[in-house]
């Protein structure tokens, strides 16, 4: 499974962006997937994340009420809806897919990232 985002930019706080995390490759034994990112000199962290049918959500503290994570499996893409961004917020965002293989083992399949800056 190969995983890209896109979406990511320059905005001010306050502002709003959307970022994609389009799969390719054997989609259909993607599991949950989720954001995460990581700013300078800071270790990754937990955005969101989402099961597979989209059923349930979890999102760290800083973000809840602020970020929307979703997913549209019929266009194997995930979303991350960010509002009322924060100068805080800046980082790189990373999508992460669980996938399982035929014996049901999970592996992380990891995307380039997408960096994120968020402007006073």
């Known amino acids: 499974v190969q995983l890209v985002e896109s979406g990511g930019g320059l905005v001010q706080a306050g502002g709003s962006l959307r970022l994609s995390c389009a799969a390719s490759g054997s989609t259909a034994s993607i599991d949950a997937m989720g954001w995460y990112r990581q700013a300078p000199g800071k270790q990754r962290e937990l955005v969101a994340v989402?099961?597979?049918?989209?059923?349930?959500?979890r999102y760290a503290d800083s973000v809840k009420g602020r970020f929307t994570i979703s997913r549209d499996n019929a266009k194997n893409t995930m979303y991350l809806q960010m509002n009322s961004l924060k100068p805080e917020d800046t980082a790189v965002y990373y999508c992460?897919?669980?996938?399982?293989?035929?014996?049901?083992?999970?592996?992380?399949?990891w995307g380039q990232g997408t960096l994120i800056t968020v402007s006073e």
């Open positions: 989402i099961t597979s049918t989209g059923g349930s959500t």
């Open positions: 992460k897919a669980v996938v399982r293989d035929y014996r049901n083992r999970q592996f992380e399949n």
